[in-house]
Every structure is written in structure tokens, then in C-alpha cells.
Antibody
Framework: EVQLVESGGGLVQPGGSLRLSCAAS????????MHWVRQAPGKGLEYVSV????????YYANSVKGRFTISRDNSRSTLFLQMGSLRDEDMGVYYC??????????????WGQGALVTVSS | DIVMTQSPDSLAVSLGERATINCKSS????????????LAWYQQIPGQPPKLLIS???TRESGVPDRFSGSGSGTDFTLTISSLQAEDVAVYYC?????????FGQGTKLEIK
């Protein structure tokens, strides 16, 4: 059974940093691209970032570019999102999700339960 | 970036009736070389993560009831629920995966009338 479990969420002050993790199991992690998607309280889904199977290619939404870094450790089947210079508008639930196939350009077929990030002084 | 726009923002339908949600992309998500539309639909029940319902504009994922169907091509797409059930109350999102960023529509909230 495919499982994605996020951790590392919490309360952080504006301008602070936080590192999210997503532990994957039930599939060959190194064969799939992985994504982060976030959802502000009461709002819709916002695409954040993607990383290729080997970690060599990454993409960021303009809203987080230069502040967030996506990475992965295939030996530990874990995805990361290092978030810095956090702002009020970064607050919300952060989901990790799996690319639906080992190839390029596929939807997101499995999602974690999400990690809540609260930005407040 | 490709902008995805859904309509309506919210919808109330009686049990057993048809629900129709529309999604429009700012540019075509049809890849001509394979004639596939890079368009997905997700269902998000309150308090849960999104669930992939339909990929390639019209292909239902395994286990998704056949009352859910997707149609459309190019820039205009539709999600149809043929006979609304109580468990279908949710927010529905379209998403393009033709190019980065894989943007979502703003969501359509579906309720029971």
C-alpha cells in the first residue's frame, strides 16, 4: 500500500524557517517524481514544487522561488521541503504527492494527509 | 503559466440529479503528438487530501464510480456526475499537467440542494 506521511509542520514566526519531510512507503520511491502542493485555510490548492526521480531537476512556483528548496533522499525514501523567509501567505496545509508514473507529465495519484504550517508572531 | 478557471464556484444539486462542472485552460493542454489532453480532476472531501478521480481528461481512476465522467479537449473540459449521491459533497478541482507549474483551478464546491 502506498503511503505518504508528512511531518515537520508547526508554528513559526514571520521570516523564520521550517523543514517539512514526507516519508514514503509501499512503492519504489526512486522511480517517481514527487510534488508539494499547499492549501491556505479555507482556500484552494496551490502548486508549490516538483522534483525529478533522481533529484536533478526541480521546479518552483513563482510565489516560493528563492525561498523554498525541494530535495529528496532516495536511500531513505524521503522528500523534503526547506522553507525560509516565511510569510503570512505561506500558512496552510502542505501536501506531498506522488507523480502518477515514472515518466514525465502525469497527474498526482497519491497524497499524504498534509502538514500544517502556521506563520504567526 | 497556464491559468485554469472553473465554473461555477459553487453548485447545489438535488440527490439523483446531474452535476456539471466546467474547466477552461488559458492555452491548449492537448499534446498533438499523442492526441492526449493533460487534464485531471480531483475530489477533496472536507478534512481530507485531494483524491485523483480522472486523468487524461476522461480516464477514470480505478475504483471511481462510473457516475463520474470527464469530457472535453484542448481548452474546455467538463466533469459530470450523472446522479448525485450524498457522498459526492466535496470541492472539485481541475489541474493541467501539460507544463510546469501544474496549476489547479480555483475549485468548485458541490452541495446538496
Amino acid at each position: 500500500e502506498v503511503q505518504l506521511v508528512e511531518s515537520g509542520g508547526g508554528l513559526v514566526q514571520p521570516g523564520g524557517s521550517l523543514r517539512l519531510s514526507c516519508a514514503a512507503s509501499g512503492f519504489s520511491f526512486s522511480n517517481y517524481g514527487m510534488h508539494w502542493v499547499r492549501q491556505a485555510p479555507g482556500k484552494g490548492l496551490e502548486y508549490v514544487s516538483v522534483i525529478s526521480r533522481d533529484g536533478g531537476d526541480t521546479y518552483y512556483a513563482n510565489s516560493v522561488k528563492g525561498r523554498f528548496t525541494i530535495s529528496r533522499d532516495n536511500s531513505r525514501s524521503t522528500l523534503f521541503l526547506q522553507m525560509g523567509s516565511l510569510r503570512d501567505e505561506d500558512m496552510g496545509v502542505y501536501y506531498c504527492a506522488r507523480h502518477a508514473d515514472s515518466g514525465d507529465y502525469h497527474p498526482l495519484d497519491y497524497w499524504g494527509q498534509g502538514a500544517l504550517v502556521t506563520v504567526s508572531s | 503559466d497556464i491559468v485554469m478557471t472553473q465554473s461555477p464556484d459553487s453548485l447545489a444539486v438535488s440527490l439523483g440529479e446531474r452535476a456539471t462542472i466546467n474547466c477552461k485552460s488559458s492555452q491548449s493542454v492537448l499534446y498533438n503528438s499523442n492526441n492526449m489532453n493533460y487534464l485531471a480532476w480531483y475530489q477533496q472531501i472536507p478534512g481530507q487530501p485531494p483524491k485523483l478521480l480522472i486523468s487524461w481528461a476522461s480516464t477514470r481512476e480505478s475504483g471511481v464510480p462510473d457516475r463520474f465522467s470527464g469530457s472535453g479537449s484542448g481548452t474546455d473540459f467538463t466533469l459530470t456526475i450523472s446522479s448525485l449521491q450524498a457522498e459526492d459533497v466535496a470541492v472539485y478541482y481541475c489541474q493541467q499537467y501539460y507544463s510546469n507549474p501544474y496549476n489547479f483551478g480555483q475549485g468548485t464546491k458541490l452541495e446538496i440542494k
